[in-house]
């Protein structure tokens, strides 16, 4: 064990610093964190943060450089991930493209198909991705949206919902019955939807914050070449785990980095409200303090086996704990300012309402991507071995 | 904060792993439960002696470890906090050497080489664990197995006296397997340490102690683990309980981040890195707060048989609580936490 960083990573940390300082978009600076704009469209300053990265090679490092990449090694992409962490820089503001589209298609895709990464990753092109429907949540495999072969295409019926950036979308990585008669996980596969198709109808859904983020997918026979099929027919399952394996050793880093910033807020606001000196408050910032640094220790534990190749049972354990201290961490933001703990105006909350904007989005943190309660599900069986119920 | 600074490598060494085994091997085979048992709790006639000739015989030695890195000494302590092993080993290994080694005394070379071993006398009455002039020190751990006694005074200073010639009396507590004692102080004429030496020892104290903790929640969890695999209520394995599981769940949680955070507290002190204040503190309130919480969780997934006299589990639950409350609990970890974010 040793605690120290080689010259070659820190040099590697100036140059991703230096070009974080001196490129982040105003709109993305000081750990304000992004909350959708009411836009028709991805904003062009957001796509144009996007290009620059993925011109620079900073976009996934690891990729080679006409994927947005440079070729980095595990231990820089580390480096890679903390300096967007601690800066609380996102590198997009649609996941879905550069973090599960892009990486699927190469690694499932046909020539055709992996010549539409580059342009998923650097956002030229907006992807949704359209797993979830109305009876298909945590129960991913039970979908229903059922897509019929009818010679050289697929006829797509059924529904999607909580599809994120579905209104921006250019296309779907979209996930659909092939196959009823097959058990229920062998009869998924995966299409690259055109949003334009006709018979597809997409109707904003509100989030509580009151943004328009997420959407219903409604689908009726609409059309996809069989071209478009990603992968074999029927094994669409094997790609709902494909995404960005190689950054899996740091992502959590972005949930840590979310978190000290929080707590970062937290002293200023004790401070500011004359509470620095109140034992109650004092233990709790005490107690939240350890759970963020005892967190971050087990990032940083799993990605010393991950960097070995071993298998990291940490990394299951980070989602369910990152997700579920952002929201304590809000909610005590918001009760250290009393009477004013739920005044949404920023001009009237402290710190310009963030606390209590970022509550409300951390209320999806330990839904979106596998519930907390799956997570622990997950923990359970493949990480202590206890019995399935 | 300081992204850029620690570097952390969990991995271990081949020689690191070496360690581990080797401790692990060595407790396995000598210290079975019906050694600690027998001498703390079940007491036989030749209970004590046995538990008395295996530190003496096998655990002296790795007091060397004291002098060594920390990450070193976390790693063998955890193995000996995981099955209780009998003895002063951490007290005088992790507190006594290094102050002693602070002060420049003759003796620490003795401790270092296991040929004698010593304690720490520091808190008050009130258990304030700082220097002071108080005239008799409480909460002495294994006073009636070691050798010498280091007083730490106000100064801060040591004195250092022969265990002979102490005047103590036992304090009952929970657990039988650290003995605790009131000392007067005697007279003598104390010899000043660095402030700076003084704090270096505190922290290895510190840091030991939460690794011995992390080894006693690391018994309880592969316990209950077993336990619930095998006992069958309703036609099913207990563990097949999804209501249980999640209990086990969170509790593994704290587990994970008090192991990770008292890696990180040890490689931390090693490297005398400046996020040092921070993770010690972070190590020792995760370690109590794990133990206990695997403690109360580990019993309750028993049931009864978790209370009885004849399960090993309370042993580690009355660990794991005196642990946690020995050099500051989790909360009093938490206020400093929270002095060095606000003062
Ligand atoms: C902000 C946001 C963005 C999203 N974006 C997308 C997107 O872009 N694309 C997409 O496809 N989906 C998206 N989702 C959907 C998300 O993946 C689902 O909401 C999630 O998987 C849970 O499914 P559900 O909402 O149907 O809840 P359900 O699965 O119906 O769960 C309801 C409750 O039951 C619990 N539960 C379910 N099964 C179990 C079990 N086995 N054991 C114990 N408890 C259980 C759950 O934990 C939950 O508390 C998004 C969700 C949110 C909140």
């Given at each position: 064990m040793k605690l120290s960083w080689g010259p070659e990573e820190e040099a590697f940390r100036a140059e991703i610093a230096a070009f974080l300082d001196e490129h982040t978009p105003e709109q993305l600076r000081d750990g304000r964190d992004w909350i959708g704009e009411e836009a028709d469209e991805v904003p062009q300053w957001a796509r144009d943060w996007q290009a620059l990265l993925f011109d620079a090679g900073w976009m996934i490092p690891a990729y080679p450089p006409e994927l947005g990449g440079r070729n980095a090694?595990?231990?820089?992409?580390?480096?890679?991930?903390?300096?967007?962490?601690?800066?609380?820089?996102?590198?997009?503001?649609?996941?879905?493209?550069?973090?599960?589209?892009?990486p699927s298609l190469l690694e499932f895709g046909d020539e055709a198909q992996r010549a539409l990464a580059p342009a998923a990753i650097r956002g030229d092109t907006v992807w949704c991705v359209g797993m979830s429907e109305p009876d298909a949540g945590s129960d991913l495999g039970s979908l229903a949206t059922r897509a019929e072969l009818d010679g050289d295409s697929f006829v797509v019926n059924g529904q999607k919902v909580w599809t994120s950036y579905a209104e921006w979308a250019e296309r779907c990585f979209l996930y659909v019955r092939t196959n009823p008669s097959a058990p229920k996980h062998q009869g998924i596969s995966v299409l690259i939807l055109d949003m334009d198709t006709p018979g597809v109808e997409v109707r904003p859904l509100r989030h509580i914050t009151g943004n328009a983020e997420f959407a219903e997918v409604f689908l009726v026979d609409a059309v996809v070449p069989r071209s478009n099929l990603v992968g074999e027919l029927d094994e669409g399952w094997r790609i709902t785990m494909g995404s960005l394996a190689h950054e899996r050793g740091g992502l959590w880093l972005e949930g840590v980095g979310y978190a000290q910033r929080a707590l970062d807020g937290?002293?200023?606001?004790?401070?500011d409200r004359g509470l620095a000196g109140d034992p109650v408050v004092r233990r709790r910032l005490g107690e939240l303090h350890e759970e963020v640094r005892s967190i971050r220790a087990l990032g940083y534990k799993g990605f010393a086996s991950f960097a070995q190749g071993s298998s990291a049972p940490e990394h299951s354990y980070m989602k369910l704990a990152a997700s579920e201290l952002r929201q304590r961490l809000n909610e005590f933001g918001m009760d250290l300012q009393g009477a004013?703990?739920?005044?949404?105006?920023?001009?009237?909350?402290?710190?310009?309402?963030?606390?209590?904007?970022?509550?409300?989005?951390?209320?999806?943190a330990t839904i979106g991507g596998g519930t907390s309660e799956i997570q622990r599900n997950i923990v359970a069986n493949r990480v202590l071995g206890l019995p399935r119920g | 904060m300081c992204w850029g600074c620690p570097v952390v490598d969990f991995a271990l060494s081949d020689e690191q792993q070496l360690l581990r085994d080797t401790a692990r091997a060595l407790f396995t085979k000598e210290c079975p439960p019906s050694l600690v048992r027998d001498a703390f709790y079940d007491v036989t006639?030749?209970?004590?002696?046995?538990?008395?000739?295996?530190?003496?015989?096998?655990?002296?030695?790795?007091?060397?470890?004291?002098?060594?890195?920390?990450?070193?000494?976390?790693?063998?302590?955890?193995?000996?906090?995981?099955?209780?092993a009998p003895g002063p080993l951490w007290v005088s290994a992790a507190w006594a050497l290094p102050l002693l080694r602070a002060a420049g005394h003759t003796?620490?070379?003795?401790?270092?080489?296991?040929?004698?071993?010593?304690?720490?006398?520091?808190?008050?009455a009130t258990g304030r664990w700082e220097p002071g002039d108080h005239d008799e020190c409480w909460f002495v751990p294994h006073l009636g197995e070691v050798d010498r006694v280091v007083f730490l005074r106000s100064?801060?200073?040591?004195?250092?006296?022969?265990?002979?010639?102490?005047?103590?009396?036992?304090?009952?507590?929970?657990?039988?397997?650290?003995?605790?004692?009131?000392?007067?102080?005697?007279?003598?004429?104390?010899?000043?340490?660095?402030?700076?030496?003084?704090?270096?020892?505190?922290?290895?104290?510190t840091v030991g102690l939460a690794a011995e903790l992390v080894g006693v929640g690391r018994w309880l969890q592969e316990a209950t683990l077993a336990y619930v695999a095998e006992r069958v209520q309703f036609d099913k394995p207990v563990g097949s309980f999804q209501g249980l599981q999640w209990k086990l769940v969170d509790a593994s949680l704290h587990q994970e981040r008090a192991s990770a955070a008292v890696a990180y507290a040890a490689m931390c002190v090693d490297a005398d890195d400046v996020d040092r204040a921070s993770a010690v503190h972070v190590a020792k309130a995760a370690a109590?707060?794990?133990?206990?919480?695997?403690?109360r969780t580990g019993l309750q997934a028993h049931g009864g048989i978790g209370y009885t006299w004849e399960h090993d589990l309370h042993l580690r639950l009355r660990r794991a609580y005196g642990g946690d409350h020995l050099l500051g609990d989790a909360d009093w970890h938490r206020d400093r936490l929270a002095a060095l974010l606000l003062d």
């Open positions: 090694t595990p231990l820089q992409t580390l480096v890679y991930q903390e300096e967007l962490a601690a800066r609380g820089v996102p590198r997009s503001v649609h996941f879905g493209g550069y973090g599960i589209v892009g937290l002293v200023e606001l004790a401070r004013y703990a739920t005044v949404t105006d920023p001009t009237l909350a402290a710190q310009g309402g963030r606390f209590q904007a970022a509550w409300q989005m951390s209320l999806a | 006639d030749a209970g004590p002696a046995a538990a008395r000739a295996f530190h003496d015989t096998r655990l002296r030695e790795w007091a060397a470890l004291g002098d060594g890195p920390l990450v070193d000494l976390a790693l063998f302590l955890e193995e000996s906090g995981a099955v209780l003796e620490a070379d003795a401790v270092a080489d296991g040929s004698l071993t010593a304690t720490v006398a520091v808190a008050d100064g801060p200073s040591v004195l250092v006296v022969d265990a002979a010639e102490v005047v103590g009396s036992p304090i009952e507590a929970l657990d039988r397997t650290r003995p605790l004692a009131r000392v007067a102080v005697p007279a003598g004429s104390t010899s000043p340490v660095d402030p700076a030496a003084v704090a270096d020892a505190t922290d290895r104290a109590g707060g794990s133990a206990r919480h695997w403690a």
